[in-house]
C-alpha cells in the first residue's frame, strides 16, 4: 500500500468550461472552472481572519477560463484566470478534496 500523497500529473483543458485533473493515484477528474475559481483560497476571496468566502458565485463571470497554470514547490497549483485574477494557491490537499467533492470523474 503506497503512502504518497495525492499529486496532480496533469492538469489541462477538458472543454470550454471544465479543467482536467490527474493525479499519480491513476484518478482523474474533471472540474468546472466556475467551481474552480469559486473556491479560490486566497485572501481576497476568502477573509484570512474568520475563514468567510468574500467571493460571490454571481460573481464570477460567464465564460471564466483558466489560461494558465504554475506549480508552487511540491505543493500548490497558482492558475492564472481570464478575470485576471492570480494570486491563488491551490494546495494539492485542498485540490484533491475539491475534485473528490465537486469534480467529476473521468
Request: some cysteine; charged content about 25%; overall charge neutral.
Amino acid at each position: 500500500m503506497s503512502t504518497e500523497k495525492p499529486t496532480p500529473t496533469r492538469v489541462e483543458p477538458l472543454s470550454n468550461t471544465e479543467l482536467q485533473i490527474h493525479w499519480n493515484t491513476g484518478d482523474a477528474f474533471a472540474l468546472s472552472y466556475e467551481e474552480l475559481r469559486f473556491e479560490c483560497p486566497c485572501a481576497m476571496c476568502v477573509d484570512e481572519k474568520t475563514g468567510k468566502r468574500m467571493i460571490r458565485r454571481e460573481s464570477i463571470p460567464a465564460g471564466i477560463r483558466v489560461l494558465g497554470a504554475q506549480g508552487v514547490g511540491r505543493y500548490a497549483i497558482q492558475f492564472n484566470w481570464s478575470d485576471r485574477h492570480s494570486t491563488g494557491m491551490y494546495h494539492f490537499d485542498t485540490l484533491r478534496a475539491l475534485c473528490e467533492l465537486a469534480g467529476r470523474r473521468l
